[in-house]
């Protein structure tokens, strides 16, 4: 059983500092910056070509992304907050501005710049969309905390 608690280790975006990436139009990165690169834990070559879900944490509604693809697939820019996963399991906030890249008249690529959220508006945000995964997913985070000598004794699924 692992016990690492890294997904709760907060990696703030320092301020004046964008994170920028592109995608193809199916979400698969095509560019990053060296910020993003260091926030998210990854290498540059490590993102390139993977689909940008590669850092989706599980605590992000999936009506926030339906929302966001119907958003900039109609034309428009999307803007929101977003809770991201590092490479380590770890996460960050961001706010993001994504939108189309149009060349000659034709869509060819989105892009995304993301910016630090303040502290009082991410524990806002996380209490938003835990009541949005609740009623929406029927999913809760929850937080166990077992003794030791027991933690061994138990497999993933006897938690529930």
Same mark, same amino acid.
């Given at each position: ?79 929101? +907050? ?27 690529? +989105? ?50």
């Amino acid at each position: 059983m692992e016990t690492s608690f890294d997904m709760f280790i907060e990696t703030e975006v320092p301020e004046n500092e964008l994170i920028i990436s592109r995608t193809d139009l199916k979400g698969v990165i095509t560019y990053v910056n060296e910020t993003f690169a260091h926030i998210s834990g990854y290498e540059p070559e490590e993102l390139i070509g993977k689909p940008h879900s590669i850092i989706r944490h599980p605590d992000m509604p999936k009506s926030a992304f339906k929302d966001l693809w119907e958003t900039i697939q109609a034309g428009k820019t999307w803007e929101g +907050y977003v809770k991201n996963l590092r490479k380590d399991r770890g996460y960050y906030w961001v706010y993001a501005r994504i939108s189309q890249v149009v060349k000659d008249g034709k869509v060819v690529e +989105y892009k995304s710049l993301r910016e630090p959220v303040p502290r009082e508006k991410r524990i806002e945000m996380q209490r938003l969309y835990d009541k949005m995964r609740s009623e929406e997913e029927g999913t809760s985070r929850v937080v166990i905390y077992v003794r030791n000598e027991d933690l061994e004794k138990l497999k993933p699924l006897d938690l529930f």
